[in-house]
């Protein structure tokens, strides 16, 4: 397996992470034009519910298959009510207010809950149990992509269409796309704007949640400041593809997570985080809108 | 009062991706004249507007300004501020005053171009700069007086009544001592009354200031008391101008405000 | 007995917190040791705190309903106070005897925390020009802060410079970076801004993580001199004085500075373009110059905190310029009550000196930041105190006479 193929299927990996969380970025900003910058601690505390099921559950012995499981919808469930939590006490207040007002709101509850997350618990690594499932069959495919790879890259794939079909098909997912486009017209025919947020942040947090699980696994660590690297390169690749389009930020995440692949295999890898950030800033100063998004002109 | 050009535009065109915003539009303001805009809403009025402030980069055509005192310059791809600075200034038509700052501060940010100090200026107060800063204030003062605003001189602007924002919003612009004076729907939701007064005030402009004005306007009585000459826009073309008395028999604009069956 | 809805209300908002944080709060996990740990005593914690603030915010919410004012119409008792002569002139007279002989009274250790808190006053106000008076939300400060405690520590250990050689070059490199940070984002809007400028400081730090041969990496720059006293050597105890002076003269300097520009032409401009920029454009500004300019003014007073802050401490490294640090110092601006000098102040103050005051918050400082930033901006966006407008005043002469 050459190092040009193990970089490719480890950003492809990376890339499924970066755009499960990149949606719920894209998802949240459509609709209320702010960053949610309290996203990446869901994605947090997502994989964090999952450590403590799955702990709790394998001391009293449960077998692997119910861990993986019980952990898994437990800390998806957790994560969405974090996330319908969240907006209802630091952003529904602040629908109205300037557009600085919920950012900071938002800055301030990322650091809360980092802090929360602390202080309950602890601010070390720590080791990570492999929540993946086992599947015998992706064994086969080792000597290209490695089994807990190809979990992740199936998994997103997976979501990533089944949200799309969710946006697409069904009337909750019109109502988002109507919300997203104009929130006061949405409300005048008739659509309840406030169950269409609400949906869109547990969706977008059930996502990270599940980000979180499968990069935890891979990595095999976990700690309180995952969120913050993880949110921030996420929201980059939701810009790179277009904040507010959802193809845009499934896009956006695979570029970006090869691109660090192979910038830092090929280049450095001291430097890895640098990559993702230098990325944003020459997205946002040359194409704001992104590789998929339009340019929307204000009337005057 | 001189025949000179003012103003000159010429086959303007503007595309907003598919939509053709404004075809081939020519306009000509001559030296203390005040002309009108009109037409249906949509028709490409503000657009104009915004293409002669540099909000707007046109896609073809150019416009050219004759500044009474100075030589003719280009618009088209001057900055914002710069087309301002050159003398020509706007209202808007949806109010954009700077609604936390007080009225006297409104008209005082239209002498910035008119004046000069910088960030020395600004810590050390020299004589100079304080000097200029009395003199800012003494003539957005005398805006106010003009204006009929000098009551409000330190309320805040979101404080005001509508009419007297509109009104602010005019002292604002003549604050940058512009040889052109773009209004954009100056009567907007005012009364009768408030619309007499403003009238008075525009002939009070022209004359005393030495001022052009374009105005767009949907007030029939208001168009044709004031203008000299009107030009009328339809889905960003031009279909008719001329004097008051031309534009009121026009076929082409009864249709365009009535629909067809009034015009026959 | 309507209170019965406002109780019922507070019960099940308690129980869903309960039910919500039950796995993090009451479970400790530790996979190092292979050891949980259940706290149920954190339960009662939750479901009590929780139901009493949800309850208390209820009758707040109501009674703010039912008062006819507005949240913008009330002043604060704080303002009011200190617009009554008879209350401030007296008041500064005690404060400025107070900071003068802080020193003499108050021990070594507390004359460094007093010099740390100075700091961030400096570090608020400048920040307060980028974000309170020209509403550029830059996310970002920290790497300012990070180029003049850097330049002075390296061009001192590279060319032995001193510390009152290198206090304006570390003002003028600071200068030069916002300049170029501020450069390629002048078209951004609010978000995006500030998501660039976070970007910018994420980068600056990581290469003075990993650029070893540069800056010497995580393990950072020891040794840095402190500032000479006309070239008598000071003991530690003498220095920490002599640093708290130091930091009083900026700080009354940046205050100095700072209202001449809020009150002057420039500063106006910066008004107009927080409140409305194509407005301010179409009025004649150059959005562009006043921009940079906001940005080059901000970044200098970061870059002479940073020179002082390495003189002080004698040891930099990476890991104090992280986006954390930039968070603090805009709650710093934000609680303060964005463009307002004394705000600021007070909110610095606040914010470094009460953990230290009060030790036993100290580990809960970081969670109570972001719970005052939520709180802040839901209850009182416009600060501790909003900022107040100059008034100018009339007599129909010729000219004008502007008081305060």
Known sequence: MNYFGELF???????????????????????LSLINFAHGEIYMIGAFTALIVASVLTMKGFSSIAIIVLAGAVAVAYSAAYGFTVEKIAYKPLRQAPRLSPLISAIGMSIFLQNYVMLAQTSDFLPYPNLLPPIPFFDRFSSVIGPSELSIVLTSAILMILLTLFIKFTRMGKAMRATAQDREMAMLVGVNVNRVISTTFIIGSALAAIGGILIASHTGRINFYIGFT?????FTAAVLGGIGSIPGAMLGGLVLGLTESFATGYISSDYEDVFAFALLVLILIFKPSGLLGRATNQKV | MSMDKVLEVINLTLNFGGLCA?????????????????????AGKTTLFNCLTGIYKPDAGDIFIYPPQGKQHRLNNLKINQITALGIARTFQNIRLFSGMTVLENVMIGRHCRSGAGIAGAILRDKGTRDEENLIVNDSYKILEIIGLDSYVNDLAKNLPYGAQRRLEIARALATEPFLLLLDEPAAGMNPQETKELEKLIYQLRDDLNLSILLIEHDMKLVMNLAQNI??????????????????????????????EASA | MKITDELKKSLFIALWFILLTFPIMVIR???????????????????IGSFTLSFLLQLFLKKRNQSAKTISATTSPLRRLLDEPKFSRPALILIAIFTLIFPLIFSHYQINIMTTALIYVMLGLGLNIEVGLAGLLDLGYVAFYAVGAYSYALLNYHFGLGFWTLLPVGALLAAFFGILVGFPVLRLRGDYLAIVTLGFAEIIRLILENWNEFSFGPSGISNIPRPGFFGINLSSEQSAIYMYYLLVVFCLLAIFVIRRLKNSRIGRAWNALREDELACQAMGIDKTKIKLAAFALGATWAGIAGVLFAAKTTFINPASFTFMESAMILSIVVLGGMGSIIGVIIAALAIILLPEYLRVFSDYRMLLFGAALIAMMIFRPQGILADVRKKYEFHKTNNSRMTR
């Open chain 2, 231 to 260: 030009f009328v826009l339809d889905y960003g073309e031009e279909i008719a101008r001329g004097t008051p008395q031309d534009i009121r028999k026009n076929p082409a604009v009864i249709k365009a405000y009535l629909g067809v």
């Open chain 2, 22 to 42: 404004l075809d081939n539009v020519c306009l000509e303001i001559k030296k203390g004249e005040i002309a009108a805009l009109i037409g249906p809403n949509g």
């Open chain 1, 230 to 234: 993880a949110g921030i390169k996420a």
């Open chain 3, 29 to 47: 996990v530790n996979t190092i040791d292979q050891v949980v740990v259940w706290r149920w005593t954190n339960l009662f914690y939750v479901g």
């Open chain 1, 9 to 31: 299927f480890s950003g492809l990996t990376r890339g499924s992470i970066y755009a499960l969380l990149a949606l719920g970025y894209t998802m949240v900003y459509g609709i």
